[in-house]
C-alpha cells in the first residue's frame, strides 16, 4: 500500500509541474481539506478545491521534482504520507535557476477501493510571518460543543497546549507515538522518531509563553483507527493592560493513531498562515 500511495502522489505531481493540477483532483475525495501557503483558511471540499485549481491551471511550470525522503504510515485503511519536496526550474542547459523547498502533509483514506486524499497541508520550509495579514474567522454565537473522537481530540490537545503556551512542552512529547514525524516553521527537514521530538522540544522548554490560546474551527476526519485534527491556531500574548502585544497566526494538522486503545500523535505539521519563505 505504502508503494501504491507514493505512486499516486508522484504521478499527480509529474502533471502538477508541467501547468495540469487535475491530477490532484482527481486523486482528492470529496470532503478535501486543505492548507497551502497562499491561503487565509483552509478550502474545505471538493467544488472550492476544483475552483482553486482553475485559477492555477496553466501557471505552475518547472523542471526538476525532488522526493526527499517520503514516508508512509499506513493503519487499516488510512494513511499519512509525508516528505519533504524540492521544484527546481532549469536553464536550457540544464542549470538550476530557482528552487523552492516545501514541507508536504497528505492524508489518503481508502474509500470503495480507492485511496482518496483527505487532507492537505503544505508549507515553505523555513518560512516567516508577512508583514501583516487580515484572517477570516468564525464568531460562534452559541455554545459549541465537541463529541465522539472531536471531543477526545480536544480533549488531549487542548491539555497538551494549556502546557505548552506555559513553556512546558512535555503534554505533546507524551501524546508522541514512537514513530511520530514533524514539520514546524523553522525545521530544515522533517523531524523523525520520539528522541528527535524530544530534543527538539528540550530547546524550547522554558522559552514559550503566551496568554491566550484559540482553536479555530477545529475539524475531525476520521477513519478506522486514524483521525486527522485540523484548525487555525491563534497564539496572544497581552500587555500588563491587556492590551495585545502580538498574536500569531497558524496552521495545524495533527494526526492521530489509536494504539493499545489510546490515541497517539504520529504525525505533525504547524505552519505560519501566509508564511513566506525565508
Not at 484572517?135 to 490537545?157: H, N
Not at 528522541?195 to 474551527?217: C, N, P, S, W
Request: glycine content about 6%; aromatic content about 12%; charged content about 25%.
Amino acid at each position: 500500500m505504502e508503494d501504491t500511495i507514493l505512486s499516486l502522489e508522484k504521478a499527480a505531481m509529474e502533471r502538477w509541474r508541467n501547468g495540469d493540477p487535475w491530477g490532484f483532483v482527481e486523486i482528492s475525495a470529496e470532503d478535501i481539506n486543505y492548507v497551502d501557503p497562499g491561503l487565509t483558511k483552509p478550502i474545505l471540499g471538493l467544488d472550492e478545491y476544483k475552483a482553486y485549481m482553475k485559477q492555477i491551471e496553466g501557471q505552475v511550470h518547472y523542471q526538476r521534482s525532488e522526493f526527499i525522503d517520503p514516508n508512509v504510515v499506513v493503519v487499516g485503511e488510512a494513511a499519512v504520507l509525508s516528505y519533504n519536496y524540492r521544484s527546481s526550474v532549469l536553464s536550457p542547459e540544464g542549470a538550476v535557476t530557482s528552487q523552492t523547498p516545501w514541507n508536504a502533509t497528505e492524508v489518503y483514506f481508502r474509500r470503495e477501493d480507492q485511496w482518496r486524499i483527505v487532507h492537505s497541508h503544505w508549507s515553505f520550509i523555513r518560512h516567516k510571518l508577512p508583514e501583516s495579514l487580515e484572517v477570516p474567522i468564525p464568531v460562534e454565537l452559541t455554545p459549541q460543543e465537541y463529541a465522539g473522537i472531536s471531543a477526545e481530540l480536544m480533549a488531549l490537545e487542548s491539555a497538551a497546549m494549556e502546557r505548552w503556551r506555559k513553556g512546558d512542552p512535555w503534554g505533546f512529547i507524551e501524546l508522541y507515538a514512537p514513530q511520530v514525524t514533524y514539520f514546524d516553521t523553522g525545521t530544515p527537514q522533517r523531524l523523525n522518531g520520539l528522541e528527535a521530538m524530544r530534543t527538539e522540544l528540550e530547546q524550547r522548554e522554558g522559552k514559550i509563553h503566551y496568554d491566550v490560546m484559540e482553536f479555530i474551527a477545529p475539524r475531525v476526519q476520521a477513519h478506522g483507527d486514524m483521525a486527522v485534527l485540523t484548525y487555525r491556531f491563534f497564539s496572544t500574548q497581552l500587555n500588563p493592560n491587556g492590551s495585545i502585544a502580538s498574536r500569531t497566526p497558524w496552521n495545524c494538522s495533527e494526526v492521530y493513531a489509536r494504539m493499545d486503545g489510546n490515541w497517539r500523535i504520529i504525525h505533525n505539521h504547524w505552519s505560519f498562515i501566509k508564511g513566506e519563505r525565508i
